[in-house]
């Protein structure tokens, strides 16, 4: 019993050594990433490129970035959704797991078929096969069951029927692409043709359970059975799997070709695995998922090339750019951070980490070990092969090389960051303090090094990142300072002869520069904190790159650079990793399957065509020739649905929208499941694209009429898409119609009419009331010059010269004619002006103050007194405003007083408040001693006098009505101030409009002669 156990473990141990372990890119998505549940039957991939997943409790819908879920309450029979099938007009069929089939067709979830023979039955698969003749079955059926038709034919009509595989167990149907059904049974393969079993005959193949088959590629197919998968073509199994993996289960249960000839395969509750394309080597993928212990039960290769894996109550996993495998700690690695990896020449890996250095051999790590057995655990900096000898540049704490053979390689370490042997064969050693110690024997103790100071003369802090000699042997070094080109190290002088060179005006090589490569075409290349840059050893010529097709490398240091065997580019920069030919850019980073954005090193392997990527999370395979051969697609954008005011739109043609509806959000997706989060999307409306990261358009004010609009998509490295074309036509309001328009300038030509009509109307009404003005104007400025004329005083200073002459006073006489003509002259002079000087006024107002002196005998006296502020020359007031309130005051104020009489008359400026608004007036007082005013209107009889101050009043009124000016004439009694006063003062104030302020002009010039 012993020895069988013992045998049963020997055996168990080298089934496993058998197994290889790497760790893909993938994304993972379980209900709490919005899938319905994390227990996944079922997946399918609709025409329009959606990812459907069948779950316990419900149905998912996936675009790569959003799930959407059905269930009961969306017309699902249950939320228990066991199988999904697409029909040939993209109607999709939904098995439930005991409550028959649903079909979504045309957006809507409707019964499909629940009973058969008045019986309810169970489902496990569909399967739906069509015929040439407008007719479809659909198989509903359980393992170990009865097969359930759904015989419909397109034009109207369906027949249900159930049929029975006894004595067979069935297991499952599959269609081939000849469309033959194979059924899987307990006991091999049969064909099933018209509702008819019929066994197939596999020459090497026993009557044993069939559990999974997928296709070939070749017209084979695969199956898998019980610790064995049997490649069969034209009924002969061609080739057999061994799959002894585990000592109590084998059973392969779901099986994938995939269509680089890859084969994935299922272990009963064991997780999943990977037989690569020529290989026997089976990968265990399913222990780096930790799903090792679950079933997975389902694949799907979509049209991108991503392998879908469906498990029990784990989710779903996307294993996406698979030119990509990766190794990580989980796998052995000693360190995820991976900063130099080499090759030895038998194929083995040589990585240095963060942790030592690691040799990766047939999937397998192990860590190298000192001599005394103990595995080495410093920082590795870089690690050369030269030779197959290898120098590891590390921290190890001592001066002196250590020199160490593990399992047949020889390894060189020192304290160093960087080294590089010569073509001549000296020995190169960086350091971290601007100097590299050169050696012309390396393992000679009595060897003292040259001390070669890189920028000037002396150490300082300044570390060797890089020291790399070029195939016309200058030695190029790679600082934290910049870059030092040094030549002639061949020169009979010695280090005495070596020429140093540095690049201070390039913006790259006078920074970090952290790597070091040449290509097939003689260029050096350069990879440093500020960008990229290539010196031509041919014609000496620099290229520096900071920005690539709107990639900025001058952010971001770049690590590590090499070309490949069509001298095409990689970068490995803190951003990811970066594909440059000359012409175009292709990025790769966590989204497309690098298992970090921060990539240390970079090596390329010319035999395999592989580069190998030392990452801060382990190392990357990228195979270069599949990477080379995966064209990403160009995404196509998918309406997903478009809202227009309070409406949803399902169907986007001839769209046309009523004028409140002009609020337009348009959702869609383009779908990426490689790299979802790089999708982006530019638009354009109406002749104008714009660039954009999110997957809808909300145009909050649509303008009317047609609007065309083109959405484009793409996902990274990919082409943009082919546009989306969508016509939007908003119907324009009311007030944007034609009539709207048509009435507005109707509207705007009858108010122009109307409104030049009113302006006509009220110009010449204007007019009427000027020009009625005016002649009242006139008719009293005639009417003032025939006050002036006072036929009394014409009558009295007529009877004066008459006496004057009786008397033979001649002399007095003619004084007295010349006086009042010259009186008269001056009121016939100036009576067409509307305003006149004032010094001409009080002339006139002397002249005939005189006059009445002479005839009154000298019974009153008079004065005419100005401010110092006025300027009589200067000053004009409005014409024959005066002299009738003089007239007045002489005749009906100091004449009647009985008594010698005194006459003022005054001229000031004052600031007068005229409608909350201080206005410098000009100020006139008659002032007398006569009887006062209420006296002289008892004894006053209405005279030509009376009428003349009436018509000044209503002169000065109307001008004060004219210039929206107050009332300026006030007449007050002294009596009323002081009882021992009497007499009547007269104020006229004139403010700015009623008087003018010119300059003197000439005689010739006259301001008399203005008129108003």
């Not at 057995?373 to 002196?400: A, D, M, P, Q, R």
């Not at 014409?794 to 009042?820: G, H, K, T």
Request: with cysteine; net charge neutral; glycine share 6%.
């Amino acid at each position: 019993m012993f020895n069988k156990i013992l045998i049963l473990a020997v055996i168990s141990f080298l089934q496993y050594v058998q197994v290889y372990s790497q760790t893909p890119s993938y994304y993972h998505y379980t209900s709490s990433d919005g899938l319905a549940s994390s227990t996944v039957y079922e997946i399918i991939q609709d025409r329009d490129g959606f990812i459907w997943f069948a779950t316990i409790n419900g149905m998912s819908k996936f675009d790569g970035k959003h799930f959407t879920t059905f269930r009961t309450n969306d017309g699902l029979n249950s939320n228990s959704i066991i199988s999904l099938v697409e029909g040939k007009n993209g109607e999709l069929y939904i098995g439930n797991y005991e409550k028959g089939v649903n079909v979504l067709r045309n957006e809507r979830i409707e019964n499909y078929c629940s009973e058969i023979d008045g019986k309810s039955f169970a489902t496990s698969f569909l399967l739906l096969v069509t015929s040439g003749k407008n007719e479809q079955n659909l198989y509903a059926y359980r393992s170990w069951g009865n097969i359930n038709v759904m015989h419909e034919k397109i034009a109207g009509g369906r027949f249900d029927y159930s049929i029975s595989l006894n004595p067979q167990h069935l297991i499952k149907l599959e269609k081939l692409p000849n469309r033959e059904i194979i059924v899987l049974t307990t006991s091999g393969l049969f064909n099933f043709k018209n509702d008819d079993f019929t066994k197939l005959h596999i020459n090497g193949l026993p009557d044993t359970t069939v559990y999974c088959l997928a296709d070939g590629d070749d017209g084979s197919y695969f199956i898998g059975t019980t610790g064995m998968i049997y490649r069969v073509k034209n009924n002969n199994v061609v080739r057999r799997y061994k799959i002894n993996l585990y000592a109590d289960n084998n059973d392969v249960t779901a099986i994938l070709r995939d269509k680089n000839n890859n084969l994935w395969f299922s272990i009963m509750n064991r997780g999943f695995f990977l037989i690569p394309d020529g290989s026997d080597k089976i990968v265990d993928i399913g222990s780096k998922m930790d799903l090792q212990n679950t079933l997975v039960n389902n694949y799907l290769e979509d049209s991108e090339g991503n392998i879908w894996v469906s498990t029990f109550g784990k989710g779903v996993y996307c294993l996406n750019n698979l030119y990509l495998k990766s190794y990580n700690e989980k796998d052995g690695l000693s360190n995820n951070n991976v900063y130099s990896i080499v090759k030895e020449k038998s194929g083995k890996l040589l990585i240095g980490t963060f942790n030592g250095v690691n040799i990766l051999e047939n999937g397998k790590f192990d860590q190298v070990k000192s001599n005394s057995g103990k595995s080495l655990t410093e920082y590795i900096y870089k690690i050369k092969n030269i030779n197959n000898n290898f120098y590891v540049c590390g921290t190890f704490g001592v001066n002196e090389m250590i020199n160490i053979s593990y399992n047949g390689i020889k390894l060189n370490m020192f304290s160093s960051p960087s080294f590089c042997k010569t073509s001549n064969g000296l020995y190169l050693f960086g350091t971290g303090t601007n100097i590299i110690r050169v050696y012309k024997y390396l393992h000679n103790k009595k060897n003292q090094p040259y001390l070669f100071f890189i920028f000037g003369d002396s150490s300082r802090i300044n570390r060797v990142n890089e020291i790399f000699e070029d195939t016309e042997k200058n030695v190029w070094i790679g600082t934290g300072f910049g870059l030092c080109k040094v030549s002639n190290l061949t020169g009979q002088s010695g280090q005495a002869g070596w020429k140093k060179s540095f690049f201070p005006s390039d913006p790259v090589l006078n920074s970090r520069i952290n790597s070091i490569s040449q290509d097939d075409k003689n260029n050096v290349w350069f990879a440093g904190e500020k960008g990229i840059a290539s010196y031509n050893l041919e014609n000496d010529s620099i290229k520096t790159y900071t920005n690539i097709k709107e990639n900025d490398f001058s952010s971001s240091s770049s690590t590590s650079i090499v070309s490949d065997n069509k001298n095409r580019i990689w970068i490995g920069n803190m951003k990811g990793l970066y594909l440059f030919d000359g012409n175009s850019i292709k990025h790769l980073n966590r989204q497309t399957g690098l298992p970090s954005d921060e990539v240390f090193t970079l090596y390329f392997d010319n035999k395999k065509n592989f580069l190998y990527i030392g990452t801060s999370n382990g190392i990357s395979f990228l195979d270069i020739n599949l990477f080379d051969n995966h064209v990403p697609p160009s995404p196509d954008v998918k309406i997903i649905s478009i809202k227009a005011g309070d409406s949803l739109y399902t169907n986007y043609n001839n769209l046309v929208f009523e004028p409140e509806q002009h609020h337009v959000y348009i959702d869609f997706r383009a779908l990426s499941f490689s790299s979802p989060g790089s999708i982006k999307f530019k638009y354009c409306l109406n002749g104008e694209w714009e660039e954009t990261d999110h997957d809808f358009l909300d145009f909050i004010s649509l303008e009317s009429g047609k609007n065309e609009l083109q959405i484009m998509a793409k996902s990274q490295n990919s082409d943009w898409g082919k546009p989306y074309h969508l016509i939007l036509e908003v119907r324009p309001r009311f007030k944007e119609t034609i009539w709207y328009k048509l009435g507005i300038i109707l509207i705007i030509v009858l108010a122009s009419i109307s409104l030049v009509t009113w302006r006509l109307r009220l110009s010449a009404k204007k007019i009427r009331k000027e020009l009625e003005l005016n002649a009242r104007m006139n008719e009293l400025k005639h009417q003032a010059l025939s006050a002036m004329m006072n036929p009394h005083f014409i009558f009295n200073s007529l009877n004066s010269v008459q006496y004057l002459i009786n008397c033979q006073r001649n002399e007095e006489a003619n004084d007295y004619i010349a006086m009042m003509a010259k009186l008269i002259r001056k009121n016939l002079d100036t009576a067409g002006s509307g305003f006149i000087l004032l010094s001409e006024e009080i002339n006139r107002l002397k002249l005939y103050l005189d006059l009445e002196k002479l005839r009154f005998q000298e019974g009153f006296s008079y004065e005419i007194i100005t401010g110092t502020a006025v300027e009589t020359n200067s000053i004009m007031i409005p014409n024959m405003i005066i002299q009738p309130f003089v007239e007045n005051t002489l005749w009906h104020g100091i004449i009647d007083s009985g008594h010698k009489g005194l006459l003022t008359v005054s001229f000031s400026f004052e600031d007068i408040d005229i409608d909350s608004i201080i206005s410098r007036s000009l100020i006139i007082k008659v002032t007398d001693n006569g009887i006062g005013i209420n006296e002289a209107r008892k004894n006053r009889k209405e005279d030509h006098i009376s009428k003349g101050i009436q018509i000044i009043e209503e002169r000065l009124r109307l001008l004060s009505t004219k210039m929206q000016l107050p009332k300026p004439i006030i007449f007050d009694d002294l009596s009323s101030r002081d009882n021992n006063s009497h007499g009547t003062e007269v104020i006229i104030s004139l403010p700015e409009p009623l008087y003018k302020i010119i300059i003197p002009k000439s005689d010739s010039d006259s301001p008399s002669s203005l008129t108003d």
